[in-house]
């Protein structure tokens, strides 16, 4: 099947592990596949560190437990991507380690305080809630399949989110404060998540017409601010003034002012060259080779497993 003709079906059609692609669409699905599940092994590297920070055991357990969904969700993508054919598991996690693999922007800022968890638990895990929603109906039947799963316990990190946002704006006022200037800071990279605008984006276009993904950036991050500007004033944050966001009454959409964002840091986060790279990529490659000695253990007794069942067959 030539290209020409996956995008003329990718609307309707769908593509499993048996099916006939061209090239072009097995590599663009293995980067957006590799790329998402990437974000969740490094999303859940930030869970754990709110896991140490979290003010009570309740809290510690929950995210503990998000932790655990994370990887499994990067497991289920990792398969999902190896069905391609085009790179292995193993293949993908060494390039996260070694620095070639990509990630979302906003796991490459360390976390410092418990003031932060609700902006990954609750603004990014909700924006994640927006974009793979639209990926139930992917042109990748593993990948959609996969979202089913992945959505259902994304919805309870989203409601975890909420609650620590809830708490800590009901606490002091110098907690709600604290909790304000976090908000701040993070508030123009939540926007940038859903990547760069559409006439800007590398990758969007090929991505529409072979049926990856079936909403554009702009078109998800119009959904984000439309359902948690809302959510954030109503625990009492006030949305920053930069980027500025101005609500069209008429359309019912929100103008956002992009050329007031960090591009130029957005960029070079996406290359993994920003500082805060460096050091989560540096954390991810000491935290493979620390359990290598356990890879080639399995693999060793998988190997002499074989040989043992071989030999009896021989016999």
Known sequence: MDLETVKDRAGPRQFGPGDDMPEEYRKAATRMIQFHANSEVMGGYLDKEFTR????????????????????????????AETLGVKTRDEMLDELANGEGKFLNCFHYPVDT?????????F?????????????????????HAMDKVCFEEG???????????????????????TQETFEVWWPRIIQFFGPPNDESHHNDFAQDVGL?????????????NMYIPKAEKYGLEIPDTPRIEYDEESGRYELAY????????????????????????????????????RDALDSWESEATGVATGEAAD
């Open 53 to 80: 920070k979290a003010p009570s055991l309740d809290r510690k357990l929950a995210n503990t437990a998000k932790v655990q969904d994370e990887i499994g969700h990067a497991q289920l993508l990792y398969r999902a």
């Open 114 to 122: 418990w003031y932060e968890a609700p902006m990954i638990d609750f």
């Open 124 to 144: 990014v895990d909700g924006g994640a809630m927006r974009r793979q929603a639209t990926l139930k109906s992917t042109s990748w039947t593993p990948y959609a």
């Open 156 to 178: 309870f990190h989203v409601k975890h989110g909420e609650s620590i946002l809830r708490e800590l704006m009901q606490g002091s006022k110098a907690t709600q404060e604290r």
């Open 213 to 225: 993904k079936t909403a554009t950036n702009d078109e998800l991050r119009q959904s984000f601010l």
């Open 259 to 294: 050329d007031e964002l960090d591009w130029d840091e957005f960029w070079t986060i996406s290359k993994n060259e920003y500082p805060g790279s460096k050091e989560q990529i540096g954390s991810r490659r000491r935290r493979q080779e620390a359990v290598e000695w356990v």
